[in-house]
């Protein structure tokens, strides 16, 4: 007999292999999604964790910079007292290789380290790096200063401490009643501030129309939101503009405690105030203090105003690279030569400028650092976390911390 014949149709053979496919891709696409959502939640989990590491450390360094301001404020004060300093070249509190005496070679000493801190990052492995900058809040303009407080400065422990969630805001809606005491800003202040919001303007990395600012309106509104008055210097309210807001606030009209306050004054916008943060500052807060012209950067030392009264205006190019020619020869700015031999009056400055009249706000030279605001940057693989503090190193035991924030983006 024959062999027997299949009696399976050939396109039913077919319909199998088709199911065989189907189930085969239907078995990858699930094994894929599988592995796609294991590497997602890995990664998730890997970043949390270097998010982590990053806070931690980042906070770290905030800690480290607490301990070398804490230091900068013992050997100035050591300096003072005219005490023997280890950090001198002579291990007796002689004189170091420059000649300076053993205290002032020791505050030298402290004030290069935590000036050049910034510049070695610690690298404490291939995935953990931290860097640690530190700058003296006194080589901005402390716009404080432009209205100085009638009576007691506000108080240092009235300063707000941020969230590491959010950013740090100091101003309440409404400040303390108005007592009738506070100060009004001077012609001088707002014929300054006027000049300084113009030349920040001029130099913003914009749109000639996206900086057509009214320097003069902004001048007076920084100076009215400070002041202790509520009667503008056009004569009008204060508060006007501010009520209109939501939510309303008032004038704060007292030293500011915060840079960030700024971007509540009228005609303030997010773009000025970033721009502002380079060269002003409000510490330390009840200060009257200038520039300190030995530690500023030459952007911030374009804004010193020197000159006799009536003909005072921002100093020019040529006396910034005068000055900065004498800081590459390791001179600084003095009222007076006295013993210091790093010591140069203001008279001998460039072409004598500085000494010709005077110079507003006054700053006595040479100044010493007592508030520092810190940024400290934690990389963490893919990860950096970055946090600003401010440290004040006059109250005892001090240093004392004003404020801390998160910062983001480009802050």
Not at 50 to 79: I, P, T, W
Not at 116 to 127: K, T
Not at 216 to 236: C, H, K, P, Q, S
Request: proline share 7%; aromatic share 6%; hydrophobic share 40%.
């Amino acid at each position: 007999m024959g062999r027997a014949q299949s009696t399976v149709p050939r396109d039913e053979r077919g319909i199998v292999l088709a199911i065989v496919l189907v189930m085969i891709f239907a078995l990858v696409t699930a094994v894929y999604s599988f592995q796609r959502r294991a590497i997602i939640d890995t990664t998730i989990a890997t970043n949390r964790l270097e998010a982590a590491e990053a806070d931690a450390l980042a906070k770290g360094g905030l800690r480290v910079a607490e301990m070398l301001v804490m230091v900068v404020r013992a050997k100035h004060r050591e300096g003072d007292a005219g005490g023997e300093n280890p950090l001198s070249g002579d291990d007796r509190g002689g004189s170091d290789p420059a000649g300076l005496p053993g205290a002032a070679a020791g505050g030298a000493g402290v004030d290069m380290l935590w000036q050049s801190i910034g510049n070695f990052p610690f690298q404490l492995d291939d995935d953990h790096v931290l860097r640690i900058e530190i700058e003296d809040e006194g080589a901005k303009l402390n716009l404080n200063a432009l209205v100085p407080p009638s009576g007691a400065p506000a108080a240092v422990a009235g300063a707000s401490s941020g969230d590491e969630d959010e950013d740090d805001e100091d101003a309440s809606d409404d400040p303390p009643p108005d007592d009738g005491e506070g100060t009004e800003a001077s012609e001088e202040a707002i014929e300054y501030l006027t000049e300084v919001i113009q030349y920040v303007a001029d130099g913003m990395d914009a749109r000639p129309e996206e900086k057509n600012y009214d320097a003069a309106a902004i001048a007076e509104n920084i100076l009215d939101f400070m002041d202790g008055d509520r009667t503008a210097v056009n004569g009008r309210s204060e508060d006007e503009y501010y009520r209109r807001q939501s939510p309303p606030y008032a004038a704060w009209n007292q030293p500011l405690l915060s840079v960030d306050q700024i971007g509540l004054i009228e005609d303030v916008d997010p773009t000025l105030l970033a721009e502002l943060r380079h060269y002003v500052t409000v510490h330390p807060i009840g200060s009257t203090a200038g520039i300190n012209l030995n530690r500023a950067e030459p952007w911030v030392l374009k804004l010193v105003y020197a000159g006799p009264s009536g003909n005072m205006r921002l100093i020019d190019d040529q006396m910034v690279e005068d000055i900065f020619k004498l800081r590459d020869k390791g001179k600084k700015i003095c009222d007076s030569e006295g013993s210091d031999p790093a010591c140069v009056p203001r008279a001998e400055v460039g072409n004598g400028d500085l000494a010709n009249g005077s110079v507003y706000p006054e700053a006595s030279l040479p100044a010493k650092p007592v508030v520092f605001r810190v940024v400290s940057s934690a990389t963490v693989g893919d990860i950096t976390r970055r946090f600003e503090a401010i440290y004040d190193t006059r109250p005892n035991p001090g240093p004392q911390l004003l404020s801390w924030r998160r910062l983001r983006g480009s802050d």
